[in-house]
Each structure stands twice: as C-alpha cells, then as structure tokens.
C-alpha cells in the first residue's frame, strides 16, 4: 500500500509517519477504500442537509395549516356596510361573493380574541420543549430528539379535525391541541442545530445552514397554497389536517432509516468522508459535556443574538400567523386565492435565502468580509428590509396586487436572516449549540405566543387603520433589535466553547501523537 501526505510527500514507513506528525496523511490507493460503504452516491452531510430541510418543511406546514384553515372554520362575520377610508370595499373584486367552502355545521363563532389565543397557543407549547429538546441532543445526539418531536406534532395534527368535532367546536379543546403540536415541534431547531454542528464544516456553513433552515419558507408556501387548495377543492377545512399529518407520519419513517447524530455512528458513511469531517470539525468535543451556563448566560453576543431572534420572530410571525387574515379580511381574497397569494411572499424568500448563503460563503471565503461583519451586514438587510416593505403595504390601500408585491419585497429582503443571524449559534459555540439554538429560539419563540393574540385584540374591525398600527409596532421592534445586534454580536467561536483548557490540549497530544497519527493515517 502507498500513501501520501497532503503536501504530496510519499510515506512507506511508521518511521516516516511519526516523521510527519502535522501532515494528514492520504490514501491514494484504490485498495485503502474497497470496504467502504458506497450505498449513497453523494455525501451522508448532504443527505442529512435534505431531511433536515424537509424536517423543517414538515414542520412548518404542520404549523401554519391552521392560518389558513381558521378562515373556513369560523362564522361569518357581518361586516359594515358603510365603506369609510379605511375598509375595503367587497365591490372592488369581481369575485368577492364567493361562497364559503365549508358547510355551516363545522363552522363555529369564535371572537378575533378566541382566534388570537388558539392562533398563538401552539407556542406556549413550542418555547416550552426548547432547552429540554437541545440539552437532550447535545447529550444522546439529535436523530431522535428532533425524530419524535416531529412524530408528536404529525400525530396532533392528524387528530385536529377529530378533537374539534369531538367537541362541538369548543376553542379550548383546540388551544390544547395546539399546545401539545407546540411541545414536539420545540426540539426542532435545537436537534437540528447539533445536527449541523457534528456534521456540517465551517466553509460549507452558510449554505447547508441555510438549506435546512430555509425550510421555513417552503414550508410555509406549501402549507398556506396546499391547504387553500385542498379546501378549496374538497368543500372541507378539515383534509388539509389530515393530509400534513400523514405526510410528518411518513417523514419520521424515513429520517429513522437515513440520518445518524454523527459521522462516527453512521453506517453508511464512506471512510473518505469520516476522516474529512474529522478534520474540518475539530472543535466538537466528544466528551461527555457539562453546559458552561454562567458563560454562556452572561455573555454579550448570546443575548445581542437572543434580540435579534426576537426581531426576526416578531415580524416573521406576523406574517405566517396572520397574513392568512389579512389577504381575507382586509383585501377579501377567497381561500384558494389566499393560499395562491399568502405563499407569494415565501417563495421569494426562499429564492433569496438559498442565494444569499452561497454569496455569504464565497464572502467569508475570499476574505471580503469576516465572519462577524457578514452575520451582521445580512442580519440587518433581513432587519430593515422587511420592516420597511411591509409597512409600505398597509399603505397602497386596496390595491390587491401591489399590496401583494410589497409583501413579498419585504419576505425577500428576510431570506438573508439565515446566513446572517441564524447561523451564528454554530460561530459562537459548536460545542454548545444546540442549548444555544434553544435558548435563542426558545425566547424567540415567545413572540409567537404574543403577537397573534396582539393581532387579534387591535385588529376587531379589520381595517387598514388597525392593520397599520401592527405594522408600525413591527417596524419598531425590527429598527431596536437590529440596532442591538449589530452592537454586540459576534461571529467568533467564544472561549467558553472548550470549557477545560486542559481537555483541549489532551485532545492535541492525542491527535499529534505516534499512534494515533498512524491510526488517522490509515484508510
């Protein structure tokens, strides 16, 4: 067998590797690589990059299904018919008496308030399970961490429909529902982010890290215009319950076969790619870890990233929350069409986002920004592009498609929040990032529990008057949060990432000794 280092140097002999104690040294013989698992074509880091990203799109569509569905669910609300400057009028649309789709026996007379709480009760689950969920992965690895949570949620979501006719529409047999969605879709982004961090290099952060995250968007195009259309088509609010459960049953199905918590346990891994991640991710410890909580409570670019968490969450939900409600009771969309057009916006995000994290890397790679200025030039476009644009909309008054246009100008602009803050848990501690994701995530979350029921409790009369009240509060909250962040963030790896000195450098003496070296010389 012969062997090179990476500098092209031949090495025959033990001697001549202990020589070479800071090479890599690789196989260049067919031979090294004849055991090797070849069941995928491409690499395993990949394959997990895809479910990730399909988990993410499950768990979206799981979430914002309701968005859409609660137009049809509930009664009919008798609007004034006194047009004033701040009502849009029906006549303005030819097909605005379009008949509901829904039959009035499933329909039931839940207040905007109501609506509110059973619209924001999925994260008073949601931010419960966040720490628990991140402190689990990073202990037993997140393959089932993020795996159940998101069978529980395709379980709850299945069911919905049942609970609700169960119990002759009674809201708060929904709101528990919800909250029980909430509690297994809370590991989500905490599994995934250790996920990341034990398969995921540093030069292919942004665009894997975007991939997955930038689920989000997909999810919650193919929630709101799959949920119109099946409502649309069907005459029933309650197929579109059933048929994202079914879809979350089938993902879990195949996570469990393909995706592993690390390069080391997984089986179908080639050997080529176990030693390149066991080089490119080098700051991992495989130790059991004890979480440095003071640090990391303590720590400035935590909580700079914790408030920009909330900033993106504020708007963000608004408007996967309660676009739905906008498009129908503002601008009168009927359902397929608010399906169509609430999805607008996300697809246009999405666009941007994949773009935006191959343009972050190639930055950061070519030296043109560093890591830190990068997280932040893209967090504050996410910031004040959406601020800006969706504001702008409340004030084209009934003018449906511009409306819909600033929208999605404003979502676009958003797409750049995953290359820029979303990632930045992984910059500021591989080690720790999961409990990190949770904490940011999980306060970020508590957003979700107070902006649909703020919606709902300013926006009564569904006017365009109230509407730009939500609005201006975004726009505020975005302007703030951005500022802190771009003031205290950070994208470098923290000293607290390696709790013990002396665990990293016993983690060196073992990489540079003799034989250990001739262990990751072999193939």
């Known amino acids: 067998m012969v062997c090179y280092s990476e500098q092209g140097k031949k090495i025959t002999a033990e001697k001549d590797i202990s020589e070479s104690s800071r ?33 993410v799109v499950n768990a979206y569509t799981m979430r914002v299904v309701l968005s859409v569905a609660i137009t049809e669910m509930v009664q009919s609300i008798n609007h004034n018919q006194t047009i004033d400057s701040t009502t849009c009028p029906y006549e303005f649309q030819g097909n605005s008496t379009t008949p509901r789709t829904s039959s009035s026996a499933n329909l039931y007379p839940w207040t905007s308030k109501q609506q509110g709480l059973i619209l924001s009760s999925f994260y008073w689950g949601y931010v419960i399970t966040h720490i628990p969920g991140g402190m689990i992965a990073e202990r037993f690895g997140g393959k089932y961490a993020l795996g159940l949570g998101m069978l529980c949620t395709a379980i709850f979501t ?33 599994a995934l982010t250790t996920l990341l961090a034990n398969w995921v290099p540093l030069k292919e952060r942004s665009k894997i890290g975007t991939l997955v995250y930038a689920g989000s968007q997909i999810g919650t195009v193919v929630g709101n215009s799959v949920s119109g259309a099946l409502i649309s088509a069907t005459n029933d609010w309650a197929i579109a319950f059933y048929f994202f459960g079914a879809v979350g049953i089938v993902w879990f199905i195949f996570w469990i076969i393909l995706c592993y918590p690390n390069p080391k346990s997984h089986p179908f891994i080639s050997d080529k790619e176990k030693a390149y991640l066991g080089e490119q991710i080098s700051n991992i410890s495989s130790r059991d870890k004890v979480i440095p909580w003071k640090s990391i409570l303590t720590s400035p670019p935590i909580w700079a990233l914790v408030v920009a968490q909330i900033g993106h969450d504020w708007g963000f939900f608004t408007m996967v929350t309660d676009l739905p409600k906008y498009m129908k009771d503002v601008l009168h969309f ?63 008054g009934c003018n449906r498609m511009l409306a819909v246009g600033m929208f999605t100008i404003g979502m676009g602009f958003m797409g750049t929040f995953y290359c820029g803050m979303k990632v930045n848990a992984l910059d500021l501690s591989p080690n720790y990032a ?18 649909p029921y703020l919606v709902g409790a300013l926006t009564e009369n569904h006017t365009l008057a109230e509407w730009r009240i939500v609005f201006w509060i975004a726009f505020g909250v975005f302007l703030v949060t951005n500022l802190i962040f771009v003031v205290f963030g950070s994208g470098k790896v923290q000293p607290w990432n390696a709790a013990e000195e002396k665990e990293k450098s016993a983690e060196a003496g073992y990489v540079n000794s003799p034989d250990n070296l001739t262990l990751k010389s072999k193939c």
């Open 158 to 190: 299945f069911i919905t429909p049942f609970v609700v006719y169960a119990t002759n529409g009674s809201w708060v047999s929904l709101v528990v529902v919800r909250i029980l969605e909430g509690l297994g879709e809370g590991t989500t982004f905490p």
């Open 334 to 396: 009927n359902v397929k069409e608010n399906g169509i057009w609430s999805s607008v916006p996300y697809i246009f995000m999405w666009i941007v986002s994949m773009s935006s994290g191959w343009i972050c890397d190639w930055l950061i790679h070519k030296g043109y920004m560093k890591i830190s200025r990068a997280r932040k030039f893209f967090t504050t476009l996410a910031s004040m592009g959406p601020a800006a644009f969706i504001l702008i909309a409340s004030y084209v």
């Open 23 to 55: 090479l890599l040294a690789i196989c260049l013989d067919p031979e090294c690589h004849k055991n090797t698992t070849t069941v995928f074509l491409i690499p395993q880091r990949y394959i997990l990059g895809i479910m990730g990203f399909l988990a």
């Open 434 to 451: 999961g409990t990190i994701m949770a904490i940011v995530n999980g306060i970020g979350g508590l957003t979700g529990i107070i902006v």
